[in-house]
């Protein structure tokens, strides 16, 4: 048998088989736009969880983003990305419901953990909000564990995170729909 594997049934010659890897590509979809995609889903260490949801190994993802394959592009991926997309926009609505309820006097732990879930995925969401929304070590620990309210700046600061997110997640979802 040819080393290609597969011949033409009409001229005989051998047909190259296309792996999993190479046969979603198209120049259409860009490096720079599946960054911002895994950005907005994950944050900046999007890739493995990017590459658990799409089924592909982080080994071929890495290779993408150097350059060394086409960036994925058939449908199936972008119907798969756009439900990520979407999924995330209803994350960050069930995430809006739960701020509103802190005028009714629910667990400011609870309320955080599904904003900081929902802005920055499953791990280390603690950190990130710490980092990015003026409230310290000690007054996260103090909300985490003994439930004391958090800061009123930072649930303002929340709030708009998750309405710049959701305008991000949106105009991503439109790139996608229009390619």
Known sequence: MDPAGVKDAGTGQAVRKESYRTN?????????????????????????????????????????????????????????????????????????AAMRNLREGAEHREILAIVGQALFGTGFWQSKIILSYDITQLQMNAVMQRNTEAPAQMWTKLRRAIAEKRAEIRVLIRNLDAK
């Not at 120049?27 to 895994?38: K, S």
């Not at 590459?51 to 290779?63: F, V, W």
């Not at 991926?77 to 609505?93: A, G």
């Open 24 to 96: 979603w590509t198209s120049p259409e979809f860009t490096r720079g736009e599946l960054d911002e995609i895994g950005n907005a889903l994950y944050g900046a260490k999007w890739q493995a969880n990017l590459c658990a949801d799409l089924g592909i190994t982080r080994r071929h993802m890495n290779y993408v983003m150097r350059g060394g394959r086409d960036v994925p592009q058939d449908p199936e991926r972008r119907l798969q990305l756009r439900k990520l997309l979407k999924d995330r926009l209803d994350v960050l609505s069930d995430a809006e």
